[in-house]
Structure formats: C-alpha cells, structure tokens
C-alpha cells in the first residue's frame, strides 16, 4: 500500500556519488537508452520481471538486462518484498496476487547467478514502499528499536496477528532470524568489491505531520538528523535551540550542530539509563536501581529549576484541572519534557543527554519524570501499586491530567491520516463480531416478521369465527321463518308472484 509521502524513503536516503548517472526500470523495458550508468534501480520491478521477460527465469533476464547497462564499478540497487516476511503471516488481503516475491537465499542465489559476488542487505520496515526505518546486519532490530516498525493497514485487509508482536518473538528466540522473516530487502550490488558506506540505520519519523519530519543516519561513530521536509527546517533550529539552552544549563550533552544538522556522538556499546536500571533490577539491585532513579530526577530538577516560569503548560494544551491538582508542582521555563531515561546515557557516573527535540514552557519537571517512568513499560509494571509515584510526589490525581497533557502533545506533533491506517486494524475478531451483529440483526427482523404474520392468522382467524357465528344465526334465523306457521301459509302467494314474474319474461 503505497503512500505519497513515503514511496521515495527507500531510496532517498542513499549516498549516491556525485553526479553519478542513474537508469530507473521500473514498469518497461522499451526505449531504453543503450549506454552504461553508475546506477541502475530496480525498486519493486523484479517481482514483476515475468511480465518484461517471456523466459524460464525472467529475474535473472531482467538483472542480467540491468548488468549490460551498468557500468563495470557500478551497482544495481534492488527493492522486493520477501516471500516469508511476517507480514505475510500478519495480513489477508483481499487484491489478487501478481507479483513474485523472493526468499533471501533465492535472492543471494539469483545475484551470485548472474555474477553479482558482491552485495550488502538492508532490511526496510514495514516495507520498501511505506519505509519508515531501514536497519542493516550492523544494526538489527531489538526490542526498544522494533516499534519504529509503523504497520500501515488497507480498508480490506484483515489482521490476523499483530506484525511487531511476532518479531518480538523472532527476536527473543535469535535475533539473526529477523535477517530471513523482514518483510522486505534493499540490496545493493556489484560485480565489484563494494566500499563500506559505514551506514548502519536510516530512520524516519512518518508518524509526524511533515513540518516535525526527520531522518536519522546512524554512520560510522555518528548519527546525523537532518529535515525530512521542506516544512521541517524551522524544527531543526529548534533543536538547535534546544541544545544551546542544554548547555547554558549545565547539562551534559551529546549533540551538536552543524550546516543545518544535528550530529550526535553515537554511543554504539552503551546502554541507555532505562536499560541500566532494568538491568539493576534483574540482577536484584532494586534499591540501587532506585536511588539511580532519583539521582538522575534531582538532577532534571536542578538545573531547570534555575529558570522558572509562571506559564502553566495545561491551560496552553487547553486541559482542565483543579488548583489543588497542580499546587504543588515545580513549573520551569524551559520545559524540556524529553529529559528522559531513554534519551540519556550514564558513563562514568554522569547522565549524557541526547535527542532533544521538544520544549514547552511552563511545564511541570513532575511531569518529565511521569514520562521517564511511562515510557519504560518494564519500569510501570514494576512499580505499579508500590510508593515509586509517592517518592515523587505524583498522585493518581496528577497522573489523570499527566496522560491527558501527554495526548494532547502527541495529537499536535502525529500525521492524523497516517496514525488512522496504523491504528485502525480490522481483525478476525472484528469480522466476526460484526457478521454477528449483523445476524442478530437479521434474526430480529425474521422475529418481526413471524410476529406479524403470527398476528395476521390470529386476526383473520378470529374474523373467521365471527363470520361463521354469524352465518349460523343466520341460517338458524331462516329455519326458524321457513317452520314458522305465517311463513306456510303465505306461502301460494309467493308462488303465484314467482309466476307471475316468469310470464312477463
């Protein structure tokens, strides 16, 4: 299912050499310019190679095509579906089936056919069509990083199973079965030994209206984020903004920015705070991971708390509240509400903060740690009904109005028409529940109707007896004349009448 916004973000993202020249086959073969080119693209053409090709094995015609057009350094750059991605397993849909999708080994085979030696996989999710997170064998995906997997769902398709629920399972079993079970590859290939682009993940933020869209390149020991928009450039200096007021503050921070960039030290074998503390509290180090808690929470408090502010960030988002829900909050000006677990590192006993997209002022710290705590699904189970919420002062009271602030920060920043398709499943269950209404449905009229017809024969039954009652006194009435002694003896009169009457005819 193809969207406009996203169909370029399989191949927008690709560090093509400069002025290199590109042949794009996609739909025909016919009237294409016989010379050699840097580049030739075959995005979703080879599932549908036996339509350009009347051979045994058309995909092998079409890249062996696509080599004579390629120049001896170039690369061919192919986009397909694989035929066991889970999606397949997730999703019925209703459209016939016309293209060929490829396994990964069937893949390697093909490419090692033709002469192709040399070749690196890029595993998009949710596909090649809809990409909105493109990992690599240097980067797979892991339990945190899977979500960005945006599942989009057509009005006829039905789900069967939720997508990023099976690749946790692949996950926990051996993440390198992700490598056989992604819904789709990106390979890039060469008769040549390829260099190393050192790129290790490519990620968008299609969820976002367009103005907040971003790419992030993780290559090498950087990551890079740049606009993924026209509109986004604003957003970026905002980010900017954000790290200049990080630094005034005294935070540590990874980020930097450079040529409308933001560049981040990338912390390849570190875990991120929220991992540390889980870890903690596997090891059965509660206290410990506690008190990490807390250090990492006073030390948000500290530093915003040297700018405060009277701005209350509820009655800008428009949500009620009573005063006594909010009287005993810590507002500040520079309400970073992103200062999270997530987005910080601990080396060396300091907290290094990074990905600092979001501000607001007035904005409660209380409300900064409800999101540290919410955002890590492990940390609300374990703390769920224990004092962690009383340590920081938050109510349950505090919490209500800390979701509804929540949702409406995430209903200003997320693409309305692309949550709908993510978040709209239509299920076997759904099905099922409507097919059962509907028969309910049809029961309660095929009720109605006996009723009515039930009433019917009641009424004409009814009218039938009181005919028959009638027509019986009737008759009773005309025995009673005929036996009836002035009946007998007017009796010749009639008759002479009767006569009478059948002479003048």
């Not at 095509?65 to 690369?75: E, I, N, P, S, V």
Request: aromatic share 12%.
């Amino acid at each position: 299912m193809p969207n406009d916004k996203m169909k370029e973000n399989i191949i927008k993202w690709y560090p093509f050499k400069p002025d290199a020249t590109i042949l794009k086959i996609e739909k025909s073969i016919e009237d294409i310019e016989e010379k050699q080119f840097d580049y030739v693209t075959l995005i979703g053409t080879l599932q549908y190679a036996h339509k350009l090709f009347d051979g045994v094995n058309p995909e092998q015609q079409l890249i062996e095509y696509a080599k004579r057009h390629l120049k001896k350094d170039g690369k061919i750059l192919i986009a397909i579906d694989n035929e066991m991605g889970i999606k397949n397993l997730c999703e019925v849909q209703r459209e016939e089936k016309t293209s060929r999708k490829l396994t990964r080994k069937e893949i390697e085979n093909l490419l090692k056919k033709c002469g192709l030696n040399y070749y690196k996989f890029y595993y998009p999710l949710p596909d090649y069509e809809t990409t909105n997170i493109i990992f690599t064998d240097e980067f797979l995906p892991n339990q945190e990083t899977i979500t960005r997997n945006i599942s989009l769902h057509d009005e006829d398709s039905i789900v069967i199973n939720l997508e990023n629920e099976m690749f946790l399972n692949i996950l926990a079993e051996d993440i390198k079965l992700f490598k056989i079970f992604a819904n789709s590859y990106f390979i890039e290939c060469s008769t040549k030994e390829l260099q190393d682009n050192q790129i290790q993940l490519i990620s968008y933020s299609n969820m976002r209206k367009p103005e907040y869209e971003i790419k992030t390149i993780i290559q090498g020991d950087k990551v890079y984020k740049t606009e993924g928009t026209k509109q986004a450039k604003e957003h970026i200096e905002n980010i900017k903004k954000n790290i200049d007021i990080l630094n005034e503050l005294g935070f540590n921070i990874l980020d930097c920015y450079e040529e409308n960039t933001i560049i981040s030290q990338y912390q390849k074998n570190r875990e991120s705070v929220d991992h540390v503390i889980l870890n903690k509290i596997k090891n059965g180090e509660k206290e410990e991971a506690v008190q990490l808690m807390m250090t990492f929470f006073q030390e948000i408090k500290d530093k915003l708390i040297m700018a405060k502010s009277e701005k209350n960030i509820f009655e800008t988002y428009q949500i009620k509240y009573e005063p006594s829900q909010i009287e005993h909050f810590t507002f500040t000006k520079y309400g970073l509400w992103d200062l999270i677990f997530q987005n910080a590192f601990y080396i060396d006993n300091k907290f290094f903060f990074y990905d600092q997209e979001w501000m607001d002022e007035g904005v409660p710290i209380e409300y900064i740690w409800y999101r540290s705590i919410m955002y890590t699904r492990e940390l609300m189970e374990i703390f769920e009904g224990e004092s962690m919420w009383q340590k920081l002062g938050i109510t349950e009271e505090n919490i209500q109005i800390f979701k509804q602030l929540d949702n409406k920060i995430q209903e200003k920043i997320r693409d309305a028409k692309i949550w709908e398709k993510h978040t709209t499943i239509k299920t076997i269950e759904d099905i099922e529940a409507k097919f059962k209404q509907e028969n309910e449905k049809m029961l309660e009229e095929c009720k109605k109707l006996l009723n009515e017809k039930d009433a019917r024969i009641a009424f004409l039954e009814n009218n039938m007896e009181e005919t028959v009652k009638i027509l019986k006194e009737k008759e009773k009435i005309i025995e009673n004349m005929e036996n009836s002694l002035s009946w007998k003896v007017t009796e010749p009169f009639r008759h002479i009448r009767r006569k009478g009457e059948k002479d003048e005819n």
